[in-house]
């Protein structure tokens, strides 16, 4: 009864609506944001001591500080959505992507929003941390700015497209980092290799991710690296990144990355094997969730604020468009 009430009733379809600016924002980009986040405060844990040292399991402290800085860099990437959104509406209705922006709201107002959701986010992080709101801002430059401007037209390079999104993961986690660690040994050799897999795994999941959106990219001349390289060998160098992070991950003694490289690793053979279109979304998909799974066991206040925007966005877009988004189901 309270399922049928839940998916069918038509009350539903008169409030969706009024969560339309909140989705704007893009919430679910958050399960990559916050997950870096606690990643590089899970790292933490190792430096200044030497690898292979036991980590905390189940660390249930929270305070203010930690609060402030998941709400400031999910502000700061939805500022940044919203750029892309504005940017991104030709490829976007190519791809058959559903889009509020000129269907909800104009240009002129997202444009707007943007830029006071950007300031409140900057504020926010400096509040936690000068250093962490520095990161900020290059996070912003890079991939706000640096990547959408269309002079420098650094999305439609696949080089430099590329680089901005790997940019965005080592802010994130550096971000994390500064935030349990302060500046100890930022600049360390082995401070990068901790950081290695986790980078490598975040880039493989960035290529495959543009590879369902090659048709409308080409169509608005964006020239991803899995345009440039061609769905095959992007699939391919997903694989060996991957087979690298875990190499990496096992040399350096890091359980948690080795058990999250190593439950991925087949989705990402099984794309690069044989290359349908499920096998990708699964190489997008379950990896994201993989991390996410094994980082709550590490820091379970995640999964909180996880469930709450997974479900909560399952409802809005099913009521809304009659999608079933987000999902883990990939269908044949």
């Known amino acids: 009864m309270i399922k049928n009430f ?18 704007l924002l893009r919430p679910v980009g958050n399960f990559a944001i916050w997950v870096m986040l606690c990643i590089g405060m899970y790292i933490s844990q190792f430096v200044p001591h030497q690898f292979g040292k036991e980590s ?32 991104d509406k030709k490829s ?11 269907d909800r ?28 709101m520095i990161l900020g801002v290059l996070l912003y430059l890079f991939y706000g700015y640096l990547y959408n401007q269309d002079t420098l037209r650094f999305k439609r390079h696949p080089l430099k497209g590329l680089f901005c999104k790997i940019i965005v993961g080592i802010i994130l986690i550096y971000s994390g980092y500064i935030h349990s660690n302060g500046l100890a040994q930022i ?44 769905r095959k060998t992007a699939t391919y ?21 080795s058990i ?28 994201i969730s993989i991390i996410n799974l094994f980082t709550m066991t590490i820091f379970p206040h995640l999964f909180l604020p996880v469930f709450i925007i997974f479900y909560l966005s399952k409802y809005y877009y099913w009521h809304r468009f009659s999608l079933h988004y987000p999902t883990l189901l990939v269908n044949d």
């Open 6 to 23: 839940l998916k069918n009733h038509k009350i539903h379809s008169k409030i969706v609506p009024f969560l339309d600016l909140f989705f």
């Open 92 to 102: 976007d209705k190519i791809n058959k992507k559903l889009f509020l922006v000129n």
């Open 56 to 87: 905390e399991l189940f660390i249930t402290s929270f305070n203010l500080s930690t609060t402030l800085l998941f709400f400031g860099y999910a502000l700061l990437m939805s500022s940044i959505s919203m750029i892309n959104q504005i940017k």
């Open 187 to 230: 600049f360390d050799l082995k401070l990068f290799l901790l950081f290695a897999p986790y980078i490598l795994l975040f880039t493989s999941v960035s290529i495959m991710i543009d590879i369902p959106d090659y048709a409308g990219d080409q169509e608005d001349n964006v020239i991803t690296f899995a345009a440039f390289s061609g």
């Open 237 to 257: 160098i997903c694989f060996i990144i991957n087979l690298l992070a875990l190499i990496i991950s096992l040399k350096i003694e890091d359980p948690l990355s």
């Open 260 to 287: 999250i490289i190593i439950t991925s690793l087949p989705f990402f053979m099984y794309a690069a094997a044989r290359g349908l279109k499920k096998d990708i979304l699964r190489a997008i998909r379950y990896p």
């Open 105 to 132: 709201f104009d240009d002129q107002f997202v444009d707007k929003l943007r830029v006071i959701i950007g300031i409140i986010s900057i504020l926010i992080l400096s509040y936690v941390n000068v250093f962490i």
